[in-house]
């Protein structure tokens, strides 16, 4: 008798219509048959063609955005360091050689940079004359802070080997290195690095970043010397005009708005508003660079930008700072400067220093917080947050 267990399987299900039909599987191969009623096991599912072509335009598009912001970076930054490398090469070797080293990256460590600016370009070398502008900056990563320090001109101090005089003339009587080394007894903080500015080019800096814009706080009416050729047109000469109220001014206009010291209009103007003039167009500046306008446009005026300056700062260094001033707020921000009382010595006019100005420092490296000057003495060292106004 026949065992039960057959060594097969019997399989009954409908009939299809037409002809049966090899499937193909989506390698290719031969696979399951079907009728005409029956679903082709295995077929690959149709994507449709069109959303598969935007998509891969859309990512060509997006790789070749980023390749081009790419070289044009590095085209920008080549450009701009050899600009920066011309700047080096114009520093005094004895200016280098009175900073205090510099601890770590800029990016991530204080540092303390003086710039002085002085006309330098008109038949002068670097480091004649009196600097006619000494700012101190302070940075601080870790606290995403910064800090301006203004020394007025005028102040008088010690002088080292030359006694008693105006700060200003430091940079007469040694150059640089000796004007780093008497802020650096003035102020108690070491200087890492200097920045020399020639008032004679600074103009070009602005107009090669398209001018810049300032907030005047007063209107001013000054006068400087006759710009006209003709005497008849000097004689109708009143000064320099500027209005109240956010103002964009080139490269001529920002230089004689920063060094404005007499106004007309308010007898009260004095060393200290120049400063906050100053501060103000420095700010207004360093923001128009690290603007996107300026970014595209860097591969053809990388180098213009260092132009007026002597430096000690190489082309990362300076990238650095601009690292640390991105990520510091407003908030963040103060402008501070020194002062004093007005004296008379020897006929000259001086601002003799206040016991305040050591407070303002600790205001600056921010051990205490920031404090306006008090009213009354217009020539009273203090601190402002986010505006030197």
């Not at 994507?47 to 335009?57: A, E, F, H, L, T």
């Amino acid at each position: 008798m026949a065992s039960k267990d057959k060594p097969y399987r019997v399989y009954r299900g409908g009939r299809s219509r037409g002809p049966v039909k090899p499937l193909r599987s989506a390698d290719g191969r031969d696979g399951a048959f079907s009728g005409d009623g029956g679903a082709e096991v295995g077929a690959p599912e149709k994507q449709p063609r069109k959303k598969r072509r935007w998509g891969r335009w859309i990512l060509a598009f997006v790789l070749l955005v980023v390749v081009f912001f790419v070289v044009w970076a590095a085209l920008g930054y080549l450009a701009f360091r050899g600009g920066v490398e011309k700047a080096n090469e114009r520093l005094p070797t004895r200016a280098e050689r009175a900073l205090s080293p510099q601890d770590g990256a800029l990016w991530t460590n204080p540092t303390n940079i003086l710039v002085l600016g002085a006309d330098v370009g008109n038949g002068n070398r670097t480091g004649t004359g009196r600097s006619d502008s000494i700012l101190l900056i302070h940075t601080d990563p870790d606290e995403h802070r910064i800090a301006q320090l203004s020394i007025p001109r005028d102040l008088r101090v010690t002088i080292p080997d030359h006694g008693e005089d105006k700060i200003n003339a430091a940079y007469s009587y040694g150059g640089p290195a000796l004007a780093i080394r008497t802020v650096k007894n003035l102020t108690g903080l070491p200087i890492n690095h200097v920045v020399l500015v020639d008032f004679g080019s600074f103009g070009k800096v602005i107009n090669a970043v398209g001018g810049v814009t300032v907030k005047v706080k007063k209107p001013i009416l000054t006068k400087f010397d006759c710009p006209f050729a003709t005497p008849a047109r000097c004689q109708r000469w009143q000064g320099w005009r500027f209005h109240k109220g956010e103002q964009e001014l080139n490269g001529r206009r920002a230089l004689i708005y920063s060094r404005v010291r007499e106004n007309k209009l308010d007898p009260g103007a004095s060393d200290f508003s120049r400063a906050q003039n100053q501060q103000q167009v420095t700010q207004a500046l360093a923001d128009k660079i690290v603007g996107f306008k300026s970014f595209m446009r860097m591969p053809f005026m990388g180098g213009d930008l260092v132009e007026p300056l002597a430096t000690d700062l190489t082309a990362g260094e300076i990238l650095q700072l601009g690292w640390v001033k991105f990520r510091a707020p407003a908030s963040q921000t103060i402008y501070c400067h020194l002062g004093g009382t007005i004296g008379d010595i020897g006929g000259a006019s001086v601002i003799l220093g206040s016991e305040e100005n050591a407070n303002v420092v600790g205001m600056v490296l921010g051990r205490s917080a920031p404090q306006p000057p008090p009213p009354g003495n217009p020539f009273a060292p203090g601190c402002r947050v986010g505006s030197p106004e």
